[in-house]
């Protein structure tokens, strides 16, 4: 079975499977990274979105030997030892419900606002809109991004 | 648990005028529990020992305050309202307060997450075992300062004495173990004085669930537990006939097929494995018990068992009559149906989140063999992704149960999202037939709408629960008390008569967030504005001419007001109200939707509730934004299909919820406090979002929507 080398949340891991396993599969089964979740298997609820080479990506679609030599980062990776401006964001605009799809959303808002510090609203519906809330979020997911967004750029209305 | 102590130390409480006694329970720590005391003849504390609880609260020698709760945290805020109300009654920091979801035991007196009623029903028993754990450390304070109980104060966590002494409730929790009466009052605080209660406050989980460290049931190490997936037939609830296995065991990472009634499932060493070994087993299916039934067969079944129209009351000059139709629903909680479950010769141990953990143990005792020993069975409740009714079922802790008893290892055993679509349980589908009688010179004499609507199968501990809101023994809860006890008709209509008739048709179902609500109110309130326009009257006016109650005229006014019914708008943008009173609270919707595109696009909504007590302020926002988006989606975009006995949809992509683009731009929420009783909150959002969606779409295109979802998939 072939090894995969690859660099998940800052640090070189080594897994073996076959070159088509699902990396979802690889990071919670083989490497025990849970934060990152499966909500249909086909690339469609967003429920693992997590990065690579920092772009949004869908673990639960990516076999695996496509990673071998990339950077994968997870939910788990993203604020370090403290909090990434949009997990503060999610606090701060309490967000979560049942909390499943949530660091898939944060993923995705994170990949978005990389590219664009001050996403329009239809700007945020293009890139939210493949992730499935089932609890009905939306309305504060949009704002966190939006104060996300207000504070990277350093405006005090962001504080 | 540790075991109750004799009576003698049980205070009795009375909040709302109920009584509750809180008692110490034997434990290193300050450990306070409460019961509700249904013996309101006897005027002493209890004559007999106490042997069963609502929750209980202990104190920790860190000063840490543990609430335990016999329900689960399924995303609508709980333990974060539970927490609020202990640490304002025990005046201490809201984050030194954990609050822990219990096992399934039959010492909880009702441990069933549903019915809104977690917080109707708990904030009274919570404030009550806080403000006795208060009394019993102050006046353990009083003891070791030798000073009088009521001149100490408290405030974050500490007994304070006048001359500046002070104690941490850590230190106090051995000694105020042993208080055996307090020396303060026991009672709750005047609802007047709450300082933290009332004001919007954020979850006290909200950094676990950003930084990925919320452990739903397949988060959890279990040691060992394989991962599990089962094939399932095509039709529902169709049966294994034979099997061959022989492929699926020769691929990589496989442990063990194993038949269950359900299906075939599959462990191995990942979830990848066992997904691409299902795919090579070999079953022969036998169809299930609908597979003679597609969706047109079972409208025709709705239809027939209408019957005929009752006679009209007295004077009646002319009568309006609407139907509706309702589909099926999935419940589609993001976390699919899981279970983590490790079985061995003599015991089971359970890790799921259900919303019943209580039948999730009967359960798996009697899938067992263990029927009359269901304690061999511990059920461990966890945080779930979502419930709406689905978690009142505890089909993957039966199946995880019988595949780790098979393989004699530990098994984590998931649904895909296929699975938990086509092999679910639904909210049935309906028809509804309105009638409204009217007289001579436009008025309503009368008022008849019969649902026809398959049987709802509540779970086991639905029926303790209605009887324990309801303050008196129901003589055994069917569908039909259900229907009788929850749908009213808030309006002077002169005669109202509405009825529920029940059709078998062999489709599974659990009750869906709001339960008969979501079809009976939405009916009603969608037919009150179809009366209003064949009275030529407003919507908003006709009602408030015949509302009945106090709080539905001012949560209506309130939408109103803050919404401004009646605004001018542009071309093709229409407005839509809807009220509806359940759950002990009232709520007024109302909806803007643009109906100029392709699709309708609903721009903003504007929602007034009355809850009695709001908690939360901002929990109850989440709830009823939350409960509104589900409407939209079931209103607009999603519904099932059943074809021969089998459920078309099959992921998120053609259940066709809200995404972020669908979304209106505002759901806002303004609260009306009518009094301090504490309503219900999860489930009300939903009758009146939809209905004001439909009136809007009315208003707007002209046309009543009487069938739903309206937009058909792939439209």
Redesign the interface.
């Known amino acids: 079975m072939p090894v995969h080398h690859f660099t998940l949340n800052g640090d070189t891991v080594s897994v073996e499977a076959p070159e088509d396993t699902p990396l979802l599969w690889v990071l919670r089964d083989a490497l025990g990274v849970t934060g990152l979740k499966y909500g249909c298997g086909v690339g469609v609820c967003g429920a693992c979105t997590s990065h690579l080479e920092g772009n949004a990506f869908r673990p639960c679609i990516q076999p695996v030997g496509g990673v071998a030599g990339r950077q994968v980062t997870t939910i788990e990776g993203l604020g370090g030892e403290g909090l990434h401006p949009v997990q503060q964001a999610w606090i701060d605009e309490d967000v979560a419900q049942c909390g499943f799809c949530q660091p898939g959303q944060i993923m995705a808002a994170v990949a978005l606002l990389r590219h664009n510090l001050d996403p329009s609203d239809a700007d945020i519906d293009a890139a939210m809109s493949d992730n499935v809330c089932r609890c009905g979020t939306y309305v504060r997911i949009r704002a966190a991004i939006k104060l996300a967004a207000r504070r990277l750029r350093g405006e005090a209305s962001g504080t | 648990m540790a075991d109750p102590l004799k009576p003698d130390t049980a205070v009795p409480v009375v909040i709302d005028r109920r009584r509750f006694l809180t008692w110490v329970v034997a434990s290193p720590a300050l450990m306070v529990a409460v019961r509700l005391d249904s013996s309101f003849a006897q005027t002493g504390p209890a004559e007999t020992e106490p042997a069963s609880f609502n929750l209980y609260i202990s104190i920790q020698a860190d000063g840490r305050v543990v609430a335990t709760l016999p329900r689960t945290e399924?995303?609508?805020?709980i333990t974060t309202a539970v927490a609020m109300l202990v640490a304002e009654e025990l005046d201490t920091l809201l984050d030194s307060v954990e609050v822990r979801t219990a096992d399934a035991d039959p010492r909880w007196l009702i441990q069933l997450t549903g019915l809104s009623s977690t917080m109707r029903y708990l904030a009274g028993p919570v404030r009550a075992a806080a403000a006795s754990a208060r009394a019993r450390l102050v006046t353990a304070a009083a003891h070791r300062w030798q000073l009088l109980a009521s001149r100490l104060t408290t405030s974050r966590g500490e007994v304070l004495a006048p001359d500046g002494r002070r104690a941490s409730y850590g230190e106090l929790a051995r000694d105020a173990a042993s208080v055996l009466l307090p020396e303060v009052s026991p009672l709750p605080k005047d609802v007047a004085s709450y300082t933290l209660v009332g004001q919007p406050t954020?979850?006290i989980?909200?950094?676990?669930?950003?930084?990925?460290?919320?452990?739903?049931a397949?988060?959890l190490?279990i040691p060992g537990a394989l991962?599990t997936v089962v094939a399932r037939p095509p039709t529902l609830r169709g049966s294994v006939v034979s099997h061959d296995a022989s492929a699926a065991l020769a691929m990589?990472g496989v442990v063990g097929v194993v038949s269950l009634l359900t299906g075939v499932a599959v462990s191995a060493?990942?979830?990848?494995q066992a997904?691409a070994a299902r795919d090579a087993l070999r079953i022969t299916w036998a169809p299930g018990p609908a597979s003679h039934l597609s969706d047109a067969d079972i409208e025709a079944r709705l239809r027939d068992g209408m019957g005929s129209r009752p006679l009209p009351p007295l004077f009646t000059a002319r009568t309006l009559e609407a139907r509706f139709d309702f589909p099926y629903l999935a419940h589609?909680?993001?976390?699919?149906q899981s279970c983590v479950a490790r079985v061995t010769s003599d015991h089971a141990e359970l890790w799921l989140g259900a919303q019943d953990p209580k039948f999730a143990q009967r359960e798996v005792a009697e899938a067992l063999g263990w029927a009359l020993t269901p304690q061999r069975v511990t059920v461990h409740t966890t945080?779930?992704?979502?419930?709406?009714g689905r978690r009142f079922f505890n089909e993957p802790a039966v199946e995880a149960a019988l595949v780790s008893r098979a393989l004699g290892r530990p098994v984590k055993l998931?649904w895909?999202?296929n699975d938990d679509m086509r092999q679910g349980r639904y909210r049935p589908a309906s028809h509804h037939r309105l009638l409204a009688y009217l007289g001579s010179g436009g008025s309503i004499l009368g008022w008849h709408h019969r649902s026809v609507i398959p049987t709802v199968e509540f779970p086991h501990g639905f029926g303790d629960l209605l009887t324990s809101l309801v303050g008196t023994v129901l003589p055994g809860v069917t569908s039909q008390t259900f229907f009788a006890l929850s749908q009213k008709v808030p309006y002077r209509f002169g005669l109202v008569t509405q009825q529920l008739r029940e059709v078998p048709i062999p489709i599974p179902t659990a009750s869906f967030r709001s339960v008969y609500s979501s079809q009976v109110t939405v009916a009603n309130e969608l037919f009150v504005d179809q009366v209003a326009r064949e009275l030529g009257r407003d919507a908003v006016e006709l009602r408030r001419a015949h509302l009945s109650s106090k709080r539905l005229e001012a949560v209506l006014d309130t939408v109103v007001r803050e919404g401004q019914w009646g605004r001018a708008l542009p071309s093709g943008v229409a407005q839509g109200v809807a009220v509806h009173e359940e759950w002990d609270s009232a709520i007024a919707h109302l909806v803007e939707v643009d109906v100029s595109g392709a699709e309708p696009k609903v721009l903003r909504v504007v929602i007034a509730a009355d809850v009695g007590l709001p908690i939360n302020p901002?929990?109850i926002e989440?709830?009823l934004?939350?409960?509104?988006?589900?409407a939209l989606?079931t209103t607009l975009s999603a519904g099932l299909h059943i074809d021969a006995g089998a459920v078309r949809e099959g992921?998120?992509?053609d259940y066709r919820?809200?995404?972020?683009?669908?979304?209106?731009?505002?759901?806002d929420v303004h609260l009306v406090r009518s009094d301090d009783r504490v309503g219900g909150v999860g489930e009300l959002g939903y009758p009146t979002a939809a209905a004001a969606l439909g009136n809007a779409l009315a208003r707007g295109t002209g046309t009543l929507p009487t069938r739903f979802p309206i937009l058909e998939a792939g439209a």
């Open positions: 399924i995303g609508q805020g954020g979850r989980d909200a950094r676990d669930i950003v930084t990925g460290k919320a452990r739903y397949l988060d190490s991962p990589p060493q990942s979830f990848a997904l589609a909680p993001m976390e699919t945080r779930a992704g979502g419930g709406f998931m895909t999202r901002r929990g989440a709830q934004q939350g409960a509104t988006i589900d989606s992921s998120f992509a919820w809200l995404r972020m683009k669908h979304t209106p731009a505002t759901i």
